[in-house]
């Protein structure tokens, strides 16, 4: 009894992490409209009056752990789903959860973000009916099938992963001396800072030396990218076997303030001097930067949130509907306060907290308990605080 309990408290942990990790991303694309820097194809909003490359910094700092975080995270849960449901199990959740919101939300933020993207570049570039421009490119039917995945490029991976970790799974189950082997020697490097502190950034150093790039790029196609499948696999890939090791968790706790400071100091120090450091220099820190923080802010959230919160609680379940629509809030609002003389930073904020707050209220009118909520969530919450007995959905 004393197990299950622990493991239940991990558990709010963990779930707590991955709805943080999803409600970072709103951070991110308030931010980037706002920073100095130059993100090409990936975001073509930047206010054309006013721009501050701290914002570039609280964006290219989240963005540096939060997918590697929550490709850990899915690695986690998608093995408790394949031991403890079956291969058949995991693939129906993963259907539910991920695929079938996907194909849904899809088309529906494919309109959406079109208008809003093309409206606040039309404010940007001053024309006079930005709006009526926007809705004017939906008059060729071919604009309603989405060209991107957008934001939703994660799921997509997501689903490519878990498809290829259900193999993964199948063929370690043909040979269980094998994978109690590996779970053996894995247990010895989780549970000591210092070796899995070298170990894994030397693994992630040979993954970008095999992908032969520094920094791999959000991959919005749907032809899939062998660079951005194999970076997020290999945190999948411990994420996985963490839960084989799921006893040891307690030792990330181990160095958890130290690994994220470390890894903020590193962030720092390349962010500032981004150009005087070659390939090799890139990689090596972006190797150690990332496996710091992966499990110096893991650390932290079963170090402080293992025990359960009915507000963390709604936070996480609310996250995912926050994940799915926060882009459209993002891409339109900065058209909307443009000449709001105020500041780059406030206005990032601006848009940060109108986002969060039309997010979370649409959330808990319109969603929660609604089929919606059902859909996305595995049921249709109540009014009530969820019960303190009752484990977060796996979604």
């Known amino acids: 009894m004393k197990n299950l ?96 919101p996907f194909l849904v939300f899809l088309p529906i933020l494919n309109f959406c973000l079109i208008i809003g993207f093309k409206y606040t570049m039309g404010v940007f570039d001053n024309d006079v009916t930005p709006f009526l421009s926007a809705i004017q490119i939906f008059e060729n039917p071919l604009a309603f099938i989405p060209l991107s995945t957008f934001h939703l490029w994660f799921m997509y991976y997501l689903i490519l992963i878990s498809l290829f970790f259900v193999g993964f799974g199948l063929l370690f189950k043909t040979v269980p001396h094998v994978s109690e082997l590996i779970k053996d020697k894995f ?77 903020c100091v590193l962030f720092s120090i390349q962010f500032f001097n981004y150009t005087s450091f070659g390939f090799q ?40 509907w926050v994940y799915l629509v926060h882009l459209i809030f993002s891409a339109f609002l900065p058209g909307m306060i443009v000449n709001y003389p105020i500041p780059s930073t406030a206005k990032f904020l601006l848009v940060a907290s109108i986002t969060g707050i039309v997010c979370f209220t649409s959330y808990k009118y319109f969603v929660r308990g609604s089929f919606i909520g059902k859909f996305l969530n595995g049921k249709r919450y109540t009014s009530k605080k969820p019960s303190k007995m009752k484990q977060a959905p796996l979604n």
């Open 5 to 100: 309990i622990q493991n239940s408290e991990r558990l709010h942990s963990l779930d707590a992490l991955r709805g943080i990790m999803m409600l970072l991303g709103l951070i991110i694309h308030s931010a980037v409209t706002y920073g100095s820097a130059d993100y090409g194809g990936a975001w073509r909003l930047k206010d054309p009056l006013t721009t501050h490359f701290a914002n570039d910094y609280i964006a290219l700092l989240i963005h540096v752990f939060r997918m590697p975080i929550f490709f850990l995270i899915a690695g986690f849960f998608g093995a408790l789903l394949f031991y403890d449901k079956g291969t058949l199990g995991m693939l129906k959740n993963r259907f539910k959860r991920i695929l079938l």
């Open 281 to 320: 220099e890139l990689i090596i820190i972006n190797s150690f930067m990332g496996w710091l923080f992966c499990f110096g802010i893991t650390g932290l959230f079963i170090r402080y949130a293992s025990k359960h919160s009915a507000r963390m609680r709604y936070i996480s379940d609310a996250s995912y």
């Open 187 to 263: 247990s010895i490097v989780i549970q000591n800072p210092l070796l899995r502190l070298t170990l894994f950034p030397l693994c992630s150093y040979g993954v970008y030396l095999f992908i032969g790039i520094e920094r791999v790029e959000t991959s919005t196609s749907y032809i899939p990218d062998v660079n951005t499948f194999v970076f997020y696999s290999s945190f999948y890939l411990v994420g996985w076997l963490l839960f084989k090791s799921k006893e040891q968790l307690d030792s990330l706790k181990k160095w958890d303030w130290l690994s994220t400071i470390l890894g």
